[in-house]
């Protein structure tokens, strides 16, 4: 396991692919790690062809170089903290699972990523099974939309906030851990709130901020993971590295009509602190 940072600023990579809209994936991913305080590295799964409206391309690295990526990494460069992003196939599924055990992170953020803002397929629908018997043992926090759980569960059927607890349990049984969490996110949900559960088997911490009306919300599932990825090593606990990122989060929403990208689902503001 890799040592504490000796100067208060962690290094966290993000293993995903790359949207060149710059909204989602690798690259809204080092925005979000870099305003929350930490120091970025990137690993590519996948290179998309991708809009603020489509996905009309996508082109998996090869699992023998996706290994040599994270291993001449992580050989070097101490990690405090994993975020796991679209990985799209089976095979790179098994390989950074492999590689995860090998370097035994102290932090592992799992964003199971599925389909894109857009509607465009992001992973191989014959790799859900190994998304979740592989990745979701080894992750510290899981970070499902409702659909993304359903479809990791087997299951079809509507649910709503009160079903919440439920399901998270239902994700929960597949890591059993008693240092993992899921994070269910409510965005899907109608209402002025937008709501989610943070649940580890024993304790449940609900989330709560007022829904904010945009159509700016390409990427919301990359930039929450990836702020959890950089605030847990900064924390003393988990609920309140969500909570931080939960609200910087909602800022980036909250300020994403300032920015004029695409004609579809635009970005949120990743540097709203800042700019």
Known sequence: MAESAKNGIPNVVTIAGIDPSG??????????????????????????AQNTEDVTGVSPVSPSFLREQIDTLFSDVRIDAVKIGMLGTTALIETVADALIHWKPK???????????????????????ALRDRLLPL?????????????????????????FPEVARALWEYVKRKDAWIFLKG???????????????????PYSAARIHT??????????????????????????????????????IAHADELEVGHGHGPTHHFWRLW
């Open 215 to 252: 159509k700016n919300t390409h990427g919301t599932g990359c930039t929450l993971s990836a702020a959890i990825a950089a605030y847990l090593p900064q924390e003393v606990d988990v609920p309140v590295a969500c909570r931080r990122a939960k609200d910087y989060l909602t800022g980036a």
């Open 187 to 205: 965005g899907h949900l109608s209402g002025e709130d937008a709501y989610d559960l943070l649940f580890n088997g024993v304790v449940s911490v």
């Open 139 to 163: 992750a510290t926090v899981v970070t499902p939309n409702l659909p993304e759980a359903m479809s990791l569960l087997g299951r079809t059927e509507s649910v709503d906030e009160e079903d």
């Open 107 to 129: 932090y592992v953020v799992l964003d199971p990523v599925m389909v894109a803002k857009g509607g465009g397929r992001l992973l191989q629908s014959d790799a859900v099974e």
């Open 23 to 48: 909204g989602a994936g690798i690259l809204a991913d080092v925005k979000a790690i870099s305003a929350c305080g930490a120091y970025a590295c990137g690993v590519v799964a996948a290179l998309t």
